[in-house]
């Protein structure tokens, strides 16, 4: 993007819905360890404020709904519990997370770390070497997974995604699935067909062909279910859904508002459209600091 601003011109114009970024240290969010430690970066601060100067107009999602914009929409947060087998190894795993961090943070010579970023340097340091320093940050990296993908196949969550698509697909209507994880994705994309759904995938690994096929199977209402991830937030061409289910959610605040935008969409000849997001996290859990960042 840097490129263009290298254009010359007499006048430059932005339109964004998420002027403001996220830190840019903050690593892909299937190695985040959960801690609240990445921020939105303020818009002047960016590259893209600093070369297109400030903001001279901003339209919230009330007014875009009063001008006929947006579709009205209802936001549900399913707040759910781990069982007591989840809970005794989250704790065990949060406790091992903990002093790890705590040890790798007194052995980083650089500015302090948490969260992502401090994931990130860790997996670098695996990487180099068999030191006792590497192998601690070998067993925070593999510690921060396992405790993402005990959250991640929680048996509540399961069970609050099968109830809230068969609900939904009874009611006719179109549903978006997103997760930040593209092996997550398949997983739920199999349970799905499994269960009988209208279902298709969408990704960034998937070929080109297919992935614009899944959309068109969406777009006709062949296909009443599409389980996506993280590159449908950013951008594909996606009708509008009636129903959005925040399966696992990112801790950025600005692919959360892309993810809101998704369901969104006026539909033609449908203008007293309500659409329905559903969020559902794990209570007592890293989960819940997604919320700490504000929208």
């Keep these: 993007m840097s490129r263009v601003f290298e254009t010359p011109r007499a006048f430059s114009l932005g339109l964004s819905a998420t002027p403001e970024r996220d830190d840019p240290a903050e690593p892909d969010d299937e190695a985040d360890s959960g801690d609240p430690a990445t921020r939105a970066t303020g818009f002047e601060e960016t590259q893209l404020g600093r070369e297109l100067g400030p903001i001279i107009y901003e339209l919230d999602y009330r007014a875009a709904i009063e001008h006929g914009i947006l579709a009205r929409f209802v936001l549900c947060h399913y707040g759910l519990p781990l069982d007591p087998q989840e809970r005794s190894k989250y704790e065990r795993l949060s406790r091992e997370i903990t002093e790890l961090r705590k040890s790798l943070q007194g052995q980083n010579r650089g500015r302090p770390l948490d969260g992502g970023a401090l994931v990130g340097w860790a997996r670098r340091v695996a990487s180099r070497g068999n030191s006792p320093l590497a192998q601690q940050a070998t067993q925070y990296v593999r510690a921060t997974g396992q405790r993402k993908l005990l959250l991640y196949h929680a048996t509540a969550r399961a069970a609050a995604v099968d109830r809230l698509v068969s609900d939904a697909v009874l009611n006719g209507s179109t549903v978006i699935l997103f997760h930040e994880s593209i092996t997550e994705v398949m997983a739920l994309f199999g349970r799905l067909v499994a269960a009988g759904h209208p279902v298709v995938a969408e990704h960034s690994q998937l070929p080109d062909s ?9 777009r006709d209402g062949s296909a009443q279910v599409l389980v996506s991830a993280r590159s449908l937030i950013e951008g594909f061409d996606v ?5 959005g289910i925040v399966v696992a ?5 600005r692919q959360r508002i892309q993810t809101l935008g998704r369901i969104l969409r006026r539909k033609p000849g449908d203008e007293e459209r309500t659409a329905i997001l ?12 997604i919320y700490e960042k504000e929208d």
């Design 210 to 218: 297919l992935r614009q096929e899944s959309i068109r199977l969406f």
């Design 249 to 253: 959610s990112s801790s950025s605040v």
């Design 239 to 243: 009708p509008a859904a009636d129903v």
């Design 278 to 289: 559903h969020v559902l996290y794990m209570v007592d859990t890293t989960d819940e600091l």
